[in-house]
């Protein structure tokens, strides 16, 4: 066996450049995000949504590391195995999956001897058992009368032979993977134990011998760099990135400007990725610190009524005095409580005090709870029924607003002071407990509590007033020791509404009473354990599943009702109504973490700008931010209001400050050259054969071109570019919306100056972009013969083409005499087409000129302008199951389509569909649109025509007449209807096509 010897893969190219299987990536990494609070990260604080999907990270990490070889195709195939991609590790993942049950393989493959592996139970009574020794599969088992299971004999090694059979007889990677566990939630020795033999006799030539991903990735390290390699992130915000590259056995640097994002990579690093011992410290922590502050609570008497129940939640509403009555009216949205157990409040006038009892009806009736539904704030009004007149005045008018000075409005609310908590009694919005979820007596320690909804009772507004005499006589105090914040709201972007609609003007004011005593007990009680790192990211999590913001969210628990966290959707919103917790409230899951033990590797973690690293890495692998970024800079102020005080001693060296004018901001040209910094620093600060990897989500071109410029004037080179697509819905919006991230691999540009002008660098890119193409489908080739189906996808070709182009053009210093710094620090005018649009467009179209659709002559494809192409393209990638959007935006962006909009049946996230021909309305395809005045537009009126029984001749008459150049474009026509004849979804469209082509076909070349 060769030795390894370090350096001999110095410069040597890296896999990641060539290949990259971003379908597959793209799967993985849609069902991680799918997984919600199961993602090994989110126990960490799920307020933090900007983590990239850990499969994403180790694929880059690995194909950063791993090189090419003479053979690609196997190259992929080891990746692949890896990356638990291949078959035998999809069978291993379904295997613990448990999705393929005993009839199921009994229908999908065909097995001589299916009894070796499993007994039956007969339950026809016309069926023997010599009758059924005798079968072989296919068959259905239920229709034979038969129940199947796995013989108690059979190991799991006997099972995967049969697992990879039936996985086999589905075609698509999509279909086998969503029946498996994700890679890593399978023990990970036993799911890779197959890969090592072949990977070591791959890589043989190099000196490879690994049993692990972190002795693989040391010894690629060593190779490449001469030691175990080290990865490093900038903006390391959740956390994501320097975890999974230290699961794989990378040294990891990770740095970020804001505490919070620190906090919750160290989290990351040391408590979810803690060893054993470490970890059962924290364990014994959290529940230390649980019991504590139970005790106390319990002994306040604060939670409990007088039988021993114990609250789980509080309803509380703002109260107003409408100005039309006098009356005080509370303020819900609405009256529904849960609709599992029927909960709902009905308001009752009480004309003595002019107020409205709340009484709590449980198992109401269906039309109660329908009427329920409507409550007495909605579109921006205040509106109640009273002695049978309905009253309404508008919630700006309640608050006083009114145009400013300078134009901006205003309102007469009372700006809350530093000891404030609770409203004053001349303040506009009173606040209201209105409704307490009790846990009863016996079940609150069990695991399944039970519970119910009542009404306020005398004494329980005895609690709450105790609560409140607690807080105003300690909040000075905790104030000043850091047990409750006292840092003012900073105006800005995302914390304007809280002071704009309620007068807070404190961060504590964003919490009532019982909220600052739970924050406060956690907080003393956590500080001095042994486990409070742990106890400050705890603390966090509390803050956002308890404060004023948390609206009261009716579909949770399945329609039993439920808070939700402030940071649902990452603002700083204020609601009506809105939800406590009590200690009880926080379930079980509430700070469960995951636990996986890391590699002995080296975990750094700093508070610092990322133009000032002060680690050289190997990797840098980053997700700046950019455009429509999240203002964490500003939402995080939240948390560091509360955790700024005497830090546990790991994160005493971090700034607790969101130091908002040193964030990078993703707008104008300060984000520019703070990026052009970093990056430069970054760099800087790798070796000349390190590689970078920047993370960014692609929304226009505008942006594309900017992250080019920036990446270019910091003095890299682009090496490889893949998109991958993460679909998710929210429930904040009608139907999905899509996120696609592109990835950018990028090197440093060669010593140097070189100078080129567009008129030369055009037909290099347009042979550099061939080029690329042409060697990835030679690669989709040998796949789909080896695997039955390609490795990339058209999107994946199309991403190739755009980074064949940026590889050529990111190789210059100057471009028709333009500096690249000076180019990439030129504001952008509206409307300008800079020179790297231009490029990356020419790009674009040179590689779309070489996906010409199966069935279409190259010819024809060449002649047929945006709108048509991407309509045909479109209809072929739907024949292979396409239907996810951001395909149809990739490529409508590629074909300079004005509004593709106008030819889509549907635009859902994950079930885009073009229209078919028959749903063209009239209006669709008139002269004035872009599909209606092309030939394609033409064609599909002629055949709804036909299918309307319109003659065929009198068609052909139409198109002759309406065609001036008739006899030319006729090919076309005939091309184009043969590809729709194969391709339409409907058989009459098919048929009709046919029709049509044939008689085009049949026409003489003169005479008609």
């Known amino acids: 066996m060769a030795e390894l010897i370090p350096l001999t893969l110095q410069d040597a190219p890296a896999l990641i450049e060539g290949v990259f299987p971003a379908q597959k990536v793209s799967f993985e990494a849609q069902t991680e995000r799918k997984a919600g609070a199961a993602q090994t990260l989110t126990g960490l604080g799920s307020y933090w949504k900007g983590r990239k999907p850990l499969i994403l990270v180790r694929a880059i990490v690995l194909g950063s590391l791993l090189p090419q070889t003479d053979d690609h195709e196997k190259d992929l195939e080891i990746f692949e195995s890896l990356m638990g991609f291949d078959y035998e590790g999809l069978a291993r993942r379904a295997l613990i999956q448990n999705a393929i049950k005993p009839k199921d393989f009994a229908s999908l493959i065909a097995l001589g001897s299916p009894w070796d592996f499993f007994s039956y139970t007969i339950k026809a009574s016309d069926i023997s058992a010599e009758e059924v020794e005798t ?6 088992a239920d229709a034979k009368g038969i129940t199947m299971r796995w013989r108690r004999d059979i190991d799991d090694e006997n099972k995967l032979v049969l697992y990879q059979k039936a996985l086999a007889t589905f075609s698509s990677y999509e279909e086998k993977a969503s029946l498996c566990k994700r890679p890593e939630e399978v023990d990970q020795n036993w799911l890779y134990a197959p890969v090592w033999t072949r990977v070591n006799h791959h890589y043989a030539q190099f000196g490879i011998n690994a049993h692990s991903h972190a002795e693989l990735v040391e010894q690629l390290g060593i190779l490449r760099y001469g030691h175990r390699p080290r990865a490093g992130d900038t903006f390391s915000g959740g956390g994501s990135i320097p975890f999974e590259a230290a699961r794989v056995g ?92 029927g909960t709902v409040v009905k308001l009752i006038p009480d004309h003595a005090n002019k107020r409205f009892d709340m009484e709590v009806i449980n198992n109401a009736s269906n039309k109660e709870i329908k009427d329920a539904e409507t409550g007495t704030v909605h579109d921006g009004d205040l509106v109640y029924e009273l002695d049978g007149r309905t009253h309404r005045t508008p919630v700006k008018t309640l608050r006083g607003d009114y145009r400013g000075p300078q134009g901006n409005t205003l309102n007469r609310l009372r700006k809350w002071e530093k000891l404030d908590f609770i409203p004053r009694d001349e303040d506009i919005f009173q606040e209201r407990l209105y409704a307490i979820q009790w846990i009863t007596k016996a079940s609150i320690y069990e695991p399944h509590q039970v519970t119910c909804f009542c009404g306020v009772t005398a004494d329980d507004l005895a609690r709450e007033r105790k609560v409140e005499r607690i807080v105003a006589e300690n909040l000075a105090r905790w104030q000043n020791e850091g047990l409750a914040p006292d840092m003012e709201i900073e105006p800005g972007d995302k914390t304007d509404e809280p002071i704009r609609t309620r007068g807070w003007t404190h961060w504590h004011h964003l919490f009532n009473a019982r909220q600052l005593l739970l924050q406060s007990l956690a907080i003393k009680t956590w500080r001095n354990s042994q486990g409070a790192p742990l106890g400050w990211l705890n603390i966090a999590k509390m803050a956002d599943f308890n404060s004023r913001l948390c609206r009261w969210a009716t579909s949770q628990g399945g329609g039993l009702g439920g808070p939700k966290g ?225 490795v990339f996808n058209d999107s994946d070709l199309q991403m190739a083409g755009y980074a ?205």
């Open 135 to 140: 079968w072989e599969f296919p068959f259905d």
């Open 566 to 790: 402030v940071f649902s959707n990452q603002a700083l919103n204020t609601f009506y109504n809105y939800a406590t917790r009590s200690w009880a409230g926080y379930g079980p899951s509430s700070f469960k973490m995951a636990e996986v033990t890391l590699p002995e590797v080296e975990k750094q973690v700093i508070s610092s700008t990322a133009n000032r690293p002060t680690q050289s890495c190997d990797l840098w692998i980053t997700d700046p931010p950019y455009a429509d970024a999240v203002n964490y800079h500003e939402i995080t102020e939240f948390f560091i209001a509360w955790l700024r005080k005497n830090v546990p001693e790991e994160f005493k060296d971090w700034t607790w400050d969101s130091r908002r004018a040193l964030a990078i901001k993703g707008i104008g040209d300060d984000f520019r050259r703070s990026m052009i910094d970093a990056y430069r620093a970054m760099a800087e600060n790798m070796p000349d054969d390190g590689m970078q990897c920047v993370m960014f989500t692609h929304h226009d071109t505008g942006v594309w071109s900017d992250m080019i410029g920036i990446f270019w004037a910091a003095g890299l080179q682009v090496v490889a570019a893949w998109y991958i697509a993460t679909e998710t819905t929210s429930e904040l919006k009608k139907g999905g919306y899509v996120q696609g991230t592109v990835i950018l691999m990028l090197r440093k540009r060669a010593a140097g100056d070189r100078a080129g002008f567009k008129q030369r660098i055009l037909p290099a890119v347009r042979t550099e972009v061939k080029h690329q193409i042409e060697t990835m489908m030679h690669l989709n080739d040998e796949a789909k013969d080896r695997m039955g189906e390609p």
């Open 804 to 1008: 064949a182009a940026l590889k050529v053009l990111t190789a210059y210093t100057q471009i028709g005499g333009e500096d690249v710094t000076a180019f990439a620090m030129r504001p952008r005018q509206r409307g300008e087409v800079t020179v790297v649009d231009e490029i990356v467009q020419q790009a674009a179209e040179a590689a779309n000129g070489l996906l010409v659709p199966e069935g279409i002559a190259p010819d024809t494809w060449h002649k047929l302008n945006g709108i048509q192409r991407f309509y045909l393209r479109m209809m072929d990638m739907e024949s292979t199951g396409t239907s996810k959007l951001d395909n149809y935006q990739n490529f409508a962006k590629a074909f300079r389509v004005v509004d593709y909009t106008k030819v889509m049946a549907s635009m859902t996230a994950n079930k885009a569909q073009l229209k078919h021909v028959t749903d063209f309305v009239s209006r669709d395809l008139a002269e004035s649109t872009e599909l209606g005045a092309s030939w394609l537009g033409r064609l599909i009126i002629g055949l709804q025509q036909l299918l309307a029984e319109t003659e065929p001749q009198v068609v052909i008459g139409q198109l002759q007449a309406e065609l001036p150049d008739f006899m030319e474009v006729r090919p076309l026509l005939i091309d184009m209807l043969s590809f729709m004849e194969k391709m339409a979804p409907e058989d009459e469209v098919r048929q009709a096509a046919e029709v049509l082509g044939a008689r085009l076909r049949n026409l003489r070349a003169l005479g008609q």
């Open 250 to 341: 990378c040294n990891a640097y990770a740095a970020d400007l804001n505490p919070i994002a620190c906090m919750l990579t160290w989290g990351a690093l040391n408590i979810i990725g803690a060893p054993k011992e470490q970890r059962s410290m924290y364990e014994d922590a959290q529940r230390e610190v649980t019991q504590q502050v139970d005790k106390e609570l319990i002994a306040l008497g604060v939670e409990h009524d007088d039988e021993g129940n114990r609250a789980k939640a509080y309803l509380y509403c703002l109260e107003t005095r409408c100005p039309e009555t006098g009356w005080m009216i509370p303020m819900l949205p609405s009256r529904i409580i849960s609709p599992k157990h």
